[in-house]
């Protein structure tokens, strides 16, 4: 598997001493988790474990390559918190089953005091006593923000395009290209991103889950597809993969 290398940076390097400060709090990683409704097929893991990335700082980007590489989003953890054990993602990461996580922190200020004045309340609970000492409130901690990406790697595709529909209001209508999965029908056949298509065989693409419907019932199969690029419209044929 090859990605970007810009991605092929272990979280080991990120440069942070994280110790476990806020593992009192529970995982943050999976107290923030947002999961993602993935509906194609998933490919079983290459490595038991998986694998920790640091991402950049332009998340878009970062999203763009993984559809490239033929992974989707599972879903993502974002927040704010002291210093994270790393060892608390790459849990997360093995329960909630992804292949990969790309995550980025970034310094984001000091602690706020009530957050210092919590944690003395609660190192009096675990020492049964009432008294909260405010000599010994933390000084100078600084807080970060997590963001944390997890992924899964697909079957191979029939087709090979993540699509979003065209806004109404465009003249081209059809589904918009964008990400074409790297080595996949759609690149062979010359598909790029933003690219809009119309149709691939008799099938209309007026609605989303019609890119489904076409990839059924042409896998295997060379077809016509007609896009649009650039406001001119074009047709190429397509070979399918066929059914994994």
Same mark, same amino acid.
Do not use: C
């Given at each position: 598997?090859?990605?970007?290398?810009?991605?092929?940076?272990?979280?080991?390097?990120?440069?942070?001493?994280?110790?476990?400060?806020?593992?009192?709090?529970?995982?943050?990683?999976?107290?923030?988790?947002?999961?993602?409704?993935?509906?194609?097929?998933?490919?079983?893991?290459?490595?038991?474990?998986?694998?920790?990335?640091?991402?950049?700082?332009?998340?878009?980007?970062?999203?763009?390559?993984?559809?490239?590489?033929?992974?989707?989003?599972?879903?993502?953890?974002?927040?704010?918190?002291?210093?994270?054990?790393?060892?608390?993602?790459?849990?997360?990461?093995?329960?909630?089953?992804?292949?990969?996580?790309?995550?980025?922190?970034?310094?984001?200020?000091?602690?706020?005091?009530?957050?210092?004045?919590?944690? +003395?309340?609660?190192? #009096?609970?675990?020492?049964?006593?009432? %008294? @909260? =000492?405010?000599?010994? !409130?933390?000084?100078? $901690? &600084?807080?970060?923000?997590?963001?944390?990406?997890?992924?899964?790697?697909?079957?191979?595709?029939?087709?090979?395009?993540?699509?979003?529909?065209?806004?109404?209001?465009?003249?081209?209508?059809?589904?918009?290209?964008?990400?074409?999965?790297?080595?996949?029908?759609?690149?062979?056949?010359?598909?790029?991103?933003?690219?809009?298509?119309?149709?691939?065989?008799?099938?209309?693409?007026?609605?989303?889950?019609? +890119?489904?419907?076409? #990839?059924?019932?042409?896998?295997?199969? %060379? @077809? =016509?597809?007609?896009? !649009?690029?650039?406001? $001119? &419209?074009?047709?190429?044929?397509?070979?399918?993969?066929?059914?994994?």
């Amino acid at each position: 598997m090859r990605l970007i290398s810009t991605l092929m940076m272990s979280i080991a390097l990120l440069g942070f001493n994280m110790q476990a400060s806020v593992a009192d709090a529970g995982n943050p990683y999976a107290a923030a988790y947002k999961p993602l409704e993935l509906r194609a097929k998933i490919m079983p893991p290459e490595d038991p474990e998986p694998k920790i990335y640091k991402g950049t700082d332009n998340k878009d980007a970062d999203y763009q390559r993984m559809l490239a590489d033929g992974y989707d989003l599972l879903g993502f953890s974002s927040f704010d918190d002291g210093e994270v054990p790393p060892q608390l993602l790459t849990e997360h990461a093995r329960a909630v089953k992804a292949h990969l996580v790309l995550v980025t922190v970034s310094r984001s200020g000091d602690v706020p005091a009530s957050i210092k004045i919590d944690r +003395l309340r609660q190192k #009096a609970r675990e020492q049964n006593t009432d %008294t @909260v =000492d405010l000599s010994d !409130i933390e000084q100078n $901690v &600084v807080r970060y923000n997590y963001h944390a990406s997890y992924w899964v790697k697909l079957a191979p595709p029939l087709i090979g395009v993540h699509v979003r529909p065209s806004a109404k209001d465009d003249k081209e209508q059809g589904q918009v290209v964008v990400a074409v999965i790297k080595r996949s029908p759609a690149e062979k056949a010359g598909l790029k991103e933003l690219d809009v298509i119309m149709s691939i065989g008799e099938d209309l693409l007026e609605k989303p889950e019609a +890119l489904a419907a076409a #990839a059924k019932r042409y896998a295997g199969q %060379t @077809v =016509d597809v007609h896009y !649009i690029r650039n406001g $001119v &419209v074009y047709k190429t044929a397509m070979t399918l993969n066929q059914a994994y």
